[in-house]
């Protein structure tokens, strides 16, 4: 990635870049509602839904109490509540209390997970998903 800065999140940056996170729940803040933005990093508590176009990345001190909805899903924290993603990956300080609809499921030693899973194929190449992708986050771009 030769020319490319990473940001402080782990995206890197750039214009329409869906990993760039561009919301941010720090660290002793609560938000309770409904969000829908491209990617998200949650260090505080978050109560409601979430529906991203990108990664959404909970922190070791992170809360999410609600349904999420996300390409692609990191927990070092807690959820509790339904997730819908293409990847969930639950690293070893991450805990998901809920069902689940994946794709890719990882769980490192010591995360943990207690629910249903549903586990979902995708019958479409990599490019059609990402050419899917692109429209959804371009069609999230054009409601603002």
């Known amino acids: 990635m ?10 890197v940056g750039g214009k329409d870049n869906k990993d760039q996170i561009t919301t ?5 803040a609560s938000f309770e509602g409904y ?3 491209s990617s998200a990093r949650i260090d505080g ?6 529906k991203l176009y990108g990664i959404l990345i909970i922190g070791e001190k992170g809360l999410v109490l609600g349904d999420v909805s996300s390409p692609k899903v990191i927990v070092y924290g807690k959820i509790e509540g339904k997730v819908k993603a293409n990847n969930l990956d639950i690293k070893e300080t991450g ?8 794709q890719t499921l990882t769980v490192d030693s010591g995360g943990t997970f ?3 899973s549903t586990m979902k194929h995708s019958d479409h190449s990599k490019e059609s998903e990402s050419k899917a992708e692109v429209a959804s986050f371009q069609e999230f771009k054009l409601q603002k």
């Open 35 to 37: 969000i829908t933005t």
């Open 114 to 116: 207690n629910g249903s």
């Open 24 to 28: 941010l729940v720090g660290e002793g």
């Open 45 to 50: 508590s978050f109560k409601g839904e979430a």
């Open 95 to 102: 805990n998901v209390e809920g069902d689940i609809t994946v």
């Open 2 to 11: 030769i020319g490319k800065k990473k940001n402080s999140f782990g995206g």
